[in-house]
Nanobody, 124 residues
Framework: QVQLVESGGGVVQAGGSLRLSCAAS????????VGWFRQVPGKEREFVAA????????SYTDSVKGRFTISRDNAKNTVSLQMTSLKPEDTAIYYC?????????????????WGQGTQVTVSS
């Protein structure tokens, strides 16, 4: 079992930055690939970024490439999402997720563990 708790959400003006953090507890976190997803009311949860535990390769959805950066600190059992140049369309609830898969996935169904989410609101 892995427990995930997100933090760092808030309200920011367009063009601003936020850093989301996800604290993990439970089993050896370093052996889990991690991902960030987001969801707007009435829409499906969508992939944002992910990092594999093998090789630490990362991937991003096209709309955030060059603006968001995923990172992890296995010693502290945390994963972060640095978000810059934020846009109003980035407004959503952001979720941290973990999977035992060696290579991170962009599919919601591939993740076993989820945090409760943190709200990010970008005002224009």
């Amino acid at each position: 079992q892995v427990q995930l708790v997100e933090s760092g959400g808030g309200v920011v003006q367009a063009g601003g930055s936020l850093r989301l953090s996800c604290a993990a507890s439970g089993q050896t976190f370093s052996r889990y690939s991690v991902g960030w997803f987001r969801q707007v009311p009435g829409k499906e949860r969508e992939f944002v970024a992910a990092m594999s535990w093998v090789g630490s390769g990362s991937s991003y959805t096209d709309s955030v490439k060059g603006r968001f950066t995923i990172s992890r600190d296995n010693a502290k059992n945390t994963v972060s999402l640095q978000m810059t140049s934020l846009k109003p369309e980035d407004t959503a609830i952001y979720y941290c997720a973990a999977t035992s898969r060696a290579v991170a996935s962009k599919f919601v169904g591939d993740y076993n563990y989820w945090g409760q989410g943190t709200q990010v609101t970008v005002s224009s």
